[in-house]
């Protein structure tokens, strides 16, 4: 390492180089950031693309995997909040104000040239260029995250070339920044990562209508990997903006989605947010207790009911029980219900209480709230199944101790 560490702090690199280099078979080491009690969903989707070379390994939030070359479909994470190329961990981080410039010292002898020519490899990256610093720490300490921001990247500007765009609360000072250093301080380590893309996956560029209790992005991929068929109808009584009907259209091209909102000014967030993602969906102002108005018969409903929470009911729908009951009788036969609903609301219980056989019944943490992923079908049916890739994910997930049967 050039340079080496300060006394008392030290750095372990992971070794990383640029992609492409003949002759050499060092693998850059990949972070996933998603929502808690989904990381099994995540796992699937990276599993699908071919890009780890090895065990992706799971833990609360994260996943970590190496690769032999960084490629672009890392950008394309539907169900990710974000991506990172890891550069180190730094060792025996303290807990005071005078330990943070050590923290910086060891930071700005790390192997950055190896990291940033990741990110080359799958976008432009100006040079010299502008970066930011974002930082999170869990347990108590005597400084705060601005703090390690601002020790950080002043630290490593000068070895970087590049100038460091302090974050005041928020965005960075002065407008944007070209690439974003990412470090999480946890017991006595600081793990130092470089966002791989431009901005956090979980921003959708489609997303520009919007309106109270607007749907997560990232889950409402989640929800369309758990609930989505291949092929028919699958319904969004509860629309909002748009963002499940989305994507789901935009994972299941053979599918026909139709989405219905009973404010028909989300009806029209819902269709120019399709519009900008360039999918086709049906976008209708409808009740959600009666869905018969809206599809003869469907093979999915995928919703988030707005229950009391940042949207209150309206229309017909003023219990859960009466979408319930609406639901079951035009699902087709071998339809399911998938909903993501605050946990307070109790829908796993209620589904049951009314003959429902839930599949698949998963606490999220969304937003700082506890959340419930039902995927269920009508009495008298056999509960759904997951599909097996991510059956065997969830299983995995269970086994590392990241999520239990029902919960986390």
């Given at each position: 390492m050039a340079g080496g560490a300060p006394a008392g702090v030290s750095a372990r690199l992971t070794e990383v180089?640029?992609?492409?280099?003949?002759?050499?078979?060092?693998?850059?080491?990949?972070?996933?950031?998603?929502?808690?009690?989904?990381?099994?969903?995540?796992?699937?989707?990276?599993?699908?693309?071919?890009?780890?070379?090895?065990?992706?390994?799971?833990?609360?939030?994260?996943?970590?995997?190496?690769?032999?070359?960084?490629?672009?479909?890392?950008?394309?994470?539907?169900?990710?909040?974000?991506?990172?190329?890891?550069?180190?961990?730094?060792?025996?981080?303290?807990?005071?104000?005078?330990?943070?410039?050590?923290?910086?010292?060891?930071?700005?002898?790390?192997?950055?040239?190896?990291?940033?020519?990741?990110?080359?490899?799958?976008?432009?990256?100006?040079?010299?260029?502008?970066?930011?610093?974002?930082?999170?720490?869990?347990?108590?300490?005597?400084?705060?995250?601005?703090?390690?921001?601002?020790?950080?990247?002043?630290?490593?500007?000068?070895?970087?070339?590049?100038?460091?765009?302090?974050?005041?609360?928020?965005?960075?000072?002065?407008?944007?920044?070209?690439?974003?250093?990412?470090?999480?301080?946890?017991?006595?380590?600081?793990t130092v990562a470089v966002r791989l893309a431009a901005t956090p996956l979980h921003r959708r560029a489609y997303k520009v209508s919007t309106g109270p209790g607007t749907l997560h992005p990232p889950a409402?991929?989640?929800?369309?990997?758990?609930?989505?068929?291949?092929?028919?109808?699958?319904?969004?009584?509860?629309?909002?903006?748009?963002?499940?009907?989305?994507?789901?259209?935009?994972?299941?091209?053979?599918?026909?989605?139709?989405?219905?909102?009973?404010?028909?000014?989300?009806?029209?967030?819902?269709?120019?947010?399709?519009?900008?993602?360039?999918?086709?969906?049906?976008?209708?102002?409808?009740?959600?207790?009666?869905?018969?108005?809206?599809?003869?018969?469907?093979?999915?409903?995928?919703?988030?009911?707005?229950?009391?929470?940042?949207?209150?009911?309206?229309?017909?729908?003023?219990?859960?029980?009466?979408?319930?009951?609406?639901?079951?009788?035009?699902?087709?036969?071998?339809?399911?219900?998938?909903?993501?609903?605050?946990?307070?609301?109790?829908?796993?219980?209620?589904?049951?209480?009314?003959?429902?056989?839930?599949?698949?019944?998963?606490?999220?943490?969304?937003?700082?709230?506890?959340?419930?992923?039902?995927?269920?079908?009508?009495?008298?049916?056999?509960?759904?199944?997951?599909?097996?890739?991510?059956?065997?994910?969830?299983?995995?997930?269970?086994?590392?101790?990241?999520?239990?049967?029902?919960?986390?």
């Amino acid at each position: 390492m050039a340079g080496g560490a300060p006394a008392g702090v030290s750095a372990r690199l992971t070794e990383v180089s640029p992609p492409g280099v003949a002759g050499t078979d060092d693998r850059a080491a990949i972070i996933v950031r998603c929502v808690h009690g989904l990381e099994w969903v995540c796992a699937w989707e990276i599993a699908t693309l071919g890009q780890a070379a090895g065990e992706i390994r799971l833990s609360r939030r994260q996943l970590d995997f190496e690769t032999g070359s960084v490629e672009s479909s890392l950008l394309g994470l539907r169900t990710a909040d974000d991506v990172f190329v890891r550069v180190a961990a730094i060792d025996g981080v303290g807990r005071t104000k005078g330990d943070l410039s050590l923290v910086g010292k060891a930071a700005a002898a790390l192997n950055w040239g190896a990291a940033l020519e990741c990110i080359r490899a799958v976008r432009e990256l100006p040079e010299p260029g502008r970066f930011d610093v974002v930082a999170s720490i869990e347990g108590r300490r005597s400084y705060n995250r601005f703090a390690v921001e601002r020790s950080i990247g002043e630290a490593i500007a000068p070895k970087l070339g590049a100038t460091f765009a302090e974050r005041d609360g928020g965005a960075p000072a002065g407008g944007g920044s070209d690439f974003t250093v990412r470090v999480l301080v946890r017991d006595d380590q600081a793990t130092v990562a470089v966002r791989l893309a431009a901005t956090p996956l979980h921003r959708r560029a489609y997303k520009v209508s919007t309106g109270p209790g607007t749907l997560h992005p990232p889950a409402a991929a989640a929800l369309a990997a758990i609930g989505a068929p291949a092929a028919g109808t699958l319904v969004d009584p509860f629309c909002g903006d748009g963002t499940i009907a989305i994507e789901a259209a935009r994972a299941r091209p053979d599918l026909r989605v139709v989405a219905s909102d009973v404010d028909p000014q989300r009806a029209r967030n819902a269709r120019q947010n399709a519009e900008r993602a360039g999918v086709e969906i049906e976008v209708r102002v409808a009740d959600a207790a009666a869905i018969s108005a809206t599809v003869s018969r469907a093979e999915a409903i995928v919703t988030n009911p707005p229950w009391n929470q940042a949207v209150n009911p309206s229309g017909q729908l003023r219990t859960g029980h009466e979408f319930v009951d609406s639901s079951a009788g035009e699902l087709g036969p071998q339809g399911a219900l998938c909903s993501l609903t605050d946990a307070d609301l109790g829908l796993p219980r209620l589904l049951a209480g009314r003959g429902w056989r839930l599949g698949l019944q998963q606490r999220i943490r969304l937003a700082g709230r506890v959340a419930d992923v039902s995927l269920a079908a009508p009495p008298g049916r056999p509960a759904p199944a997951l599909p097996a890739g991510l059956a065997s994910w969830r299983d995995r997930a269970m086994a590392a101790g990241v999520v239990t049967e029902s919960g986390f």
